[in-house]
């Protein structure tokens, strides 16, 4: 499955953003999906993913009552919302596949789309 991020740009801190995770090639709805994010100098860090059906979610700990993950799979689209954002959540935002997992493991996804720029200026 090809992945595509999308939706980033640049917000003043308290502000929101809607990034979007387009998918083509294959089924989209077999394929959970997470968003992971790094920014300068740091490691990659996981967001938020959802299952295959959306019903199932996982959220890091300092993302949980901010960022929202949702699907549409009618669109073969998964969508992460982020609210009162803050200049430490600027990141390149990247969103992957992966065939059954929701976790925080990178190396757990297989499919990588291009990443997002997302800007938060205090």
């Known amino acids: 499955v090809q992945l595509q991020a999308s939706g980033g740009g640049l917000v003043q801190a308290g502000g929101s953003l809607r990034l979007s995770c387009a998918a083509s090639g294959r089924t989209f709805s077999n394929y959970c999906i997470g968003w992971f994010r790094q920014a300068p100098g740091k490691e990659r860090e996981f967001v938020a993913a959802?299952?295959?059906?959306?019903?199932?979610?996982n959220y890091a700990d300092s993302m949980k009552g901010r960022f929202t993950i949702s699907r549409d799979n009618a669109k073969n689209t998964v969508y992460l919302q982020m609210n009162s954002l803050k200049p430490e959540d600027t990141a390149v935002y990247f969103c992957?596949?992966?065939?059954?997992?929701?976790?925080?493991?990178?190396?757990?996804?297989?499919?990588w789309g291009q990443g997002t720029l997302v800007t938060v200026s205090s």
């Open positions: 992957a596949a992966s065939a059954s997992y929701i976790g925080d493991g990178y190396d757990r996804y297989t499919s």
């Open positions: 959802i299952g295959r059906s959306g019903i199932s979610t």
